[in-house]
């Protein structure tokens, strides 16, 4: 696709479009924003290579898509809330992200989509992996489709970032406010997305308990299964970040991963978290 000197090609069958031609450090015109709107919608996550953006420029650019909703658990880039910081340094051993999720299904409005632009990345390894909620959805019997079109499901904040979570002591010092994490929330097992109305897959391993009305022990096969089916290696993508790199990734849509296999390196990324609206 080429409009107004955008190109959008994509790098997977399922998921995952790079966008060249625009420098995002610049407003954006109506053209513009319109095909990258299109994209994003279009791929689920769109990335954009050789970047040069000032906190203000990142922050301008997300406002084009909503309000930020600023994260209550990660630390924030000095002087601006509204970025957090994805950091991991030579020493450690664990990462932020490194099981499959989707970023705050644990609010009553999950966000609509994060940016993240990279600081410092290691000289190999660090890789994001993506996947497409829709694919994963479509691929689904008749007779599942219609079971979980009747279906909620628990999500919850408590046990990732609360004060009794399981996660490694290392990263007890770099998850902030465990005292704010009481975020429980109740959504369609299908969603329908509230910008086209496709339907989508809409549980993730990251935040989701259990079903409505369901046992954490009735749930669990289940929810393994399509945990399964969402991640099997046609629904996805990944990308090789450089430094000046974006990834703009729809939250409704799409779960992502970030690979920890860059040990002994330091991995710096600012992500801004666009706020979103409730899901039927």
Known sequence: MRNSRIEVQPIAGAVG????????????????LADIRRAFGDHGVIFFRDQALSPAQHVAFAENFGPIAINRFFRAVEGWPMIAEVRKEPEQKANIGGGWHTDHSYDAEPALGSVLYAREVPDHGGDTVFASMYAAYDALSDGLKSRLGEMRAVHSSRHVFGQKSGRPAEMKTRILNPEL??????????????????????????????????????????????????????F?????????????????????????????????????????????
């Open 17 to 32: 479009a790079e966008i060249s031609g625009v420098d995002l450090s610049q407003p954006l015109s109506g053209d513009q």
């Open 181 to 234: 994490a009481t975020q429980d929330a109740m959504h369609p097992v299908v969603i329908r997305h509230p910008h086209n109305g496709r339907p989508a897959l809409y549980v993730n391993p990251g935040f989701t308990l259990r079903f409505e009305g369901w046992t954490d022990e009735e749930s669990r096969p289940l929810l393994q299964y399509l945990y399964a089916q969402a991640t099997k290696p046609e």
């Open 236 to 280: 996805t993508c990944r990308f090789r970040w450089r430094e000046g790199s974006i990834a703009f990734w729809d939250n409704r849509s799409t779960w992502h991963l970030a690979v920890n296999d860059y040990h002994g390196q330091r991995r710096l990324m600012h992500r801004i978290t666009v706020g979103g609206v409730p899901l039927h």
